[in-house]
């Protein structure tokens, strides 16, 4: 597999605290990978050592199969970038901030125009930043990250800040820069639930440490299903299901079983409305990936 | 790639004021002399036989305050530029390398004292010549009071910059620039290694020179160790 992003045994310590530690990222190309973390966690040092805006204490990071630190010039030439807050100086226009970037980066003027369009501000493109509302300097950033149609693109929670459609506007075009750009995508964020709709490889960081990478599918698949049956004598219910030998829990009015493929499903209604119990309702319930999330993170803290 | 930072960097610097103080420093400096000269012209120009060196020195005593106060305001202007928004991730996070991005902000910042300075001999020989002074014009010494304190002042511009750009408190160089201010206002008192004392032009020896040369070595020097450690850093 070829990855874009490899890092190896990665940590970074702030005096005694350790913002990071061994950190073993890899993002295969044409990957949109959600790096999900609570606040504090490393996420945004880790996207400034992949930057080389700091350097990690120990460990290498390599891009494009290139070691960072040795052609940091050579690689950010295929990287673009929105970090934390975004930057911009709020006394020029947008099309000004984006004409000092585009002067470093040496891409063609018109770009500019087009990556307006793609984050639609080319209406208010001659318009001091100044007065922008912060989605609208978040747009910005993204444009400005986009400038020199970049092979890998780092976004630091871009949708902080903006409001429902707004942040629906950029899931829907960050969902698209793979396919049509060839581009892989890194993209952070503390809300798993923006991440699992557009992520295709899940990294959850916590306390600097990487405690999940893989697919979002094998992220689903951690939500092991229940099926609850909601009766009218749950506890005998729960007894009975008990004593049949099934894995069931009792809650409250209802009662659990755990392995929910169809036989044992079938089984459990047959052994129910046998006993004379009145099923009122048999639901799939799955777990959401918040509670995946912050029972990943509990049980990291525990251990 | 530092000619693209260079017009990046002169883009940036727009509607901040720096092209106004560019001209207000040696516009100011001169100005003084138009009052003083409004005021007691007769007074001053019995003062001595060469009017036109005596005129020179008194517009001389004012440059290396405009000159540090100058350094100081553009300096923190520069850095305050990508301070306000920490536009220095998204500056280093291009394709640069730091060192370049670090030439590029003390080459502007030269660049602006170096025009201040053409303003300054520009207006100090036309308000010469409306003084009419007399016909022996000297040329030489109108070029040296012009460019000679930029040249020995370039140690505080490199200093300067580097405690700008690297400190997390914008106090710490405001106030290196308020003592520097006071230092160069007491120059005749201090003793010659001080830097601030250079652009005064003044030493033991009664030697410009001395202080040019100084000045352009040492501000190398304080340039390179800046951005050296400016390299070193982590970007906030
Ligand atoms: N420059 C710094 N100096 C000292 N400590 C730092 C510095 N930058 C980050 N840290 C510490 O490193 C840890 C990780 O911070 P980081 O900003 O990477 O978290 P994050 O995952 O991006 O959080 P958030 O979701 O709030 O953005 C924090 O405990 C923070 O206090
Ligand atoms: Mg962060």
Redesign the pocket.
């Known amino acids: 597999m070829e990855y874009i992003v490899e890092t190896r045994n990665v940590s970074k310590k ?2 005694k ?1 350790t ?1 990071v530690i061994n950190l073993e990222m890899k993002i295969a190309k044409g990957e949109i990978y959600g790096f999900l ?10 996207i400034r050592m992949l930057l080389g805006l700091m350097k990690p204490t120990s460990g290498t990071i390599q891009l494009f199969n290139q070691n960072l630190e040795q052609n940091r010039i050579e690689i950010l030439k295929k990287v673009g970038s929105l970090v ?1 807050n975004p930057s911009y100086y709020p006394h020029l226009t947008a099309y000004e901030n984006l004409e000092a970037l585009r002067k470093v980066l040496g891409v063609a003027k018109n770009r500019i125009d087009e990556v307006l369009e793609i984050v639609r501000l080319q209406d208010v493109a001659n318009k001091k930043v100044k007065g922008f509302s912060l989605g609208m300097k978040q747009r910005l950033g993204i444009a400005g990250s986009l400038l020199h149609n970049p092979e890998l693109l780092i976004l ?2 871009p949708t902080n800040g903006l409001d429902p459609s707004g942040i629906i506007e950029i899931r829907e075009l960050i969902k698209t820069l793979p396919s049509q750009y060839g581009m892989t995508v890194l993209i ?1 964020s ?1 809300l798993l639930s923006e991440i699992d709709q557009i992520a295709t490889t899940v990294g959850i ?1 916590t306390k ?1 440490q990487l405690i999940f990478q893989d697919s979002i599918e094998t992220l689903r698949k951690y939500a092991n299903q229940n099926v609850s049956f909601t009766v009218s004598e749950s506890k005998k219910a729960w007894q009975l299901l008990i004593s049949s030998g099934l894995q069931a829990e009792l809650q409250q009015n209802r009662v659990l079983i755990q392995d929910c493929s169809d036989g044992i499903v079938a089984e459990a209604v047959r052994l129910l409305v046998q006993a004379g119990q009145a099923v009122y309702r048999v639901e799939d319930e799955k777990k959401s990936l918040e509670e995946i999330f912050l029972q990943m993170t509990k049980e990291e803290n525990a251990g | 790639m530092i000619a693209n930072l260079l017009t990046s960097e002169f883009l940036k610097i727009r509607r901040k004021g720096f092209w106004l103080l560019t001209f207000l420093g040696p516009f100011g400096v001169v100005a003084l002399q138009m009052v003083n000269y409004g005021v007691r012209k007769d007074y001053l120009l019995q003062q001595s036989n060469d009017d036109w060196g005596y005129y020179l020195g008194n517009v001389h005593s004012f440059t290396p305050l405009a000159l540090v106060l100058g350094i100081a305001i553009l300096t923190s202007f520069m850095a305050s530029i990508e301070n306000e928004t920490n536009a220095w991730k998204q500056l280093i996070a291009l394709p640069v390398s730091k060192m370049n991005v670090y030439l590029s902000k003390f080459t502007v910042l030269a660049c602006l004292m170096l025009f201040s300075s053409v303003l300054l001999m520009v207006f100090t020989f036309a308000f010469g010549l409306v003084l009419d002074l007399g016909s022996a014009v000297p040329y030489m010494d109108i070029v040296q009071y012009s460019f000679f304190p930029f040249l020995a002042s370039l140690p505080i511009l490199a200093l300067q910059l580097w405690v700008s750009t690297v400190s997390q408190n914008q106090g710490i160089p405001i106030t290196v620039g308020i003592l520097g201010f006071i230092l160069t206002y007491s120059a005749f008192f201090l003793p010659d290694w001080v830097i601030w004392k250079w652009p005064s032009l003044m030493n033991d020896a009664n030697e410009p020179v001395q202080n040019v040369l100084l000045g352009v070595g040492v501000g190398c020097l304080l340039y390179v160790v800046g951005m050296i450690d400016f390299t070193r850093r ?1 970007v ?1």
């Open positions: 702030f005096g605290e913002a973390g609570p606040n504090g966690a490393g996420k945004t040092t880790t934390e630091d929670e952070s503390h960081v600097g | 982590d906030k």
